[in-house]
């Protein structure tokens, strides 16, 4: 039997398209998690030397890199539902889509999540934008694709949870069901396929690395106003006592971030926060 093996990280949407395609078509699978932020292992680097990112699918020991890459790989290879149209127009229209998600939806709607002020309202106008253009592309359909799910869906699931979870969070609104009802429509259809329900990303999960992620960047925003609050990792650290806001007996508040002088002595960083 084929030797089918994942290098993934059970958060990132990249690795989760691979999934979703492999679990399309039956494909049996192994899947490795990568540390992609503290120690990728020796093995991704060996197998995606270039971009040292995941995913890699390794196929009877032969890597192949880079997601839509890879599910184009997928769909050539076994047997199943097809993933890209057979028509070569409808082909080269689901390969012009998925280049439009990642190189422009992708950047756009990210950076409206994580960034703040001027940034992110420039972000939030020009992620408006493109969810736009997606919105016309989905007049009268179910998918993108048609009545079944294929690459530009497999390609957009960022926008069901890694962009719509952060939106909640964070509290702003782009993609709203007034604003853009066919998209939200195409989410419910997506997130209610069988294929996805039955293998959700893991959403409790996600939300802790979100709300971690909106704390620290809360405290960019001290980090303007007071050098002694660092920001690396996405792990807010805490150099002294921060004169800034509301202050109590035992901790500071501050915008969005309560620093914890317990977890300040051990190990100088938020573990608790008020996002
Ligand atoms: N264009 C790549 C993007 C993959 C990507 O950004 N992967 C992230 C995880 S979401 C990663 O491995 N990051 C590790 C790093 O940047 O060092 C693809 O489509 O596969």
């Known amino acids: 039997m084929a030797e089918v093996k994942l290098f993934g990280s059970w958060g990132s949407p990249f690795s989760r398209r691979i999934e979703v395609a492999l679990k399309l078509k039956g494909v049996e699978y192994e899947f490795i998690e990568e540390d992609i932020y503290n120690k990728k292992s020796p093995l991704l680097l060996k197998y995606n030397p270039v971009h040292k990112k995941v995913p890699v699918l390794l196929h009877n020991g032969k890597p192949i890199c880079e997601s839509l890459v890879i599910l184009e790989y997928i769909d ?32 756009a709607m990210w950076q409206a999540c994580w960034s703040i002020g001027e940034e992110q309202e420039k972000a939030k106008e020009e992620a408006t934008e493109f969810l736009k253009i997606l919105e016309g592309t989905l007049s009268g359909k179910k998918f993108f694709g048609g009545d079944s799910i294929g690459m530009v869906d497999i390609a957009a699931n960022f926008i069901a949870y890694w962009f719509m979870l952060p939106q909640e969070l ?40 979100f709300r971690a992620r909106f704390q620290a960047v809360s405290a960019r925003v001290l980090l303007k106003r007071d050098r002694r609050v660092r920001v690396f990792d996405d792990v807010v650290h805490v150099e002294d006592v921060v004169e800034v806001g509301e202050k109590t007996k035992n901790d500071t508040v501050l915008t969005g971030v309560e620093v914890d002088r317990e977890s300040e002595t051990n190990s100088n960083a938020i573990q608790r926060g008020g996002a």
């Open 76 to 107: 050539e290879t076994w047997e199943g539902p097809s993933i890209l149209p057979k028509d070569p127009y409808e082909r080269a229209m689901a390969r012009f889509w998925v280049k439009f998600l990642d190189e422009k939806c992708f950047p």
């Open 170 to 209: 964070v509290g702003f609104e782009v993609l709203t069901k007034e604003k853009f009802p066919k998209l939200n429509e195409w989410m419910n259809e997506y997130l209610n396929c069988s294929i996805i329900k039955e293998n959700p990303p893991l959403k409790d999960k996600l939300t802790a690395v």
